[in-house]
Structures are given as structure tokens and as C-alpha cells.
């Protein structure tokens, strides 16, 4: 079988040079069309990853500022409580008898008359 010969011969008329040449278009049109859908999928793929590569950038990014902005409100709940205890501690400052109870107690300062026993911070052994 494999040694079969060609018995049909080509005919070399106009029609059959006019349909080679058409078949030989057609072979470029597709070879043409495959280049420039393979050239649309290149682009459109570089497209999408740079796009998907953005969009994770801009989460991270997000995700980052998320947390600095809790961070910076806790912080700020923190200033706001100090802020508090502060204004809390000007006005016992302005209160004479909250000074001279100060004063008394961390400088051993005494009133008129009274006299200051400093005991020992230890525990008695007995």
C-alpha cells in the first residue's frame, strides 16, 4: 500500500492557478487573524495581570492605612484619658487644701504645733 502511485495528474489551466492563489489568501488571512488574536491575548493578559498587581498593591496599601488609623485612635483615646486626668489634677491643684495635704504628706511640712512620727515601711517581727 505504501508504494501507491500518483496516477491523477495537475492540470495547469488558469482556473486552477486562479484557486491555488485564492487557498494561498486564505492560508495568509488565518495565519494573519491567528497572529493578531495570539497578539490581543498578550495584550490583554499583560493588561489584567498589571491591573490584578495594582489592585493587591492598593489593598496592602489599604490595609496598612487601616491599621495606622486604629493605632492613631487608640492612641488618641489614650491622650484624651491623660488629657482628662490632667485637667482633674489642675483643679485639685487650685484647691489650697489638696496643696497642703500634698505637702504634708511627701515633705513632712507640719502645721502649727503638730508634730510628724515617721515609721518604718517594715512589717514588725513579732
Known sequence: MSAKKKTVTRLDSNYVQQYDAY???QKRKKQRLIRRLVLFAIVTALVIGGMAAYHMNQRILHAEKTEQYEQLEQELADLKKEESRL???????ND???VLDIARTNYFLTKKGELIFKLPDEDPSY
Open 23 to 25: 487557498i494561498v489568501r
Open 96 to 98: 489650697e487644701n489638696y
Open 87 to 93: 485637667q482633674e489634677e489642675i483643679e485639685l491643684l
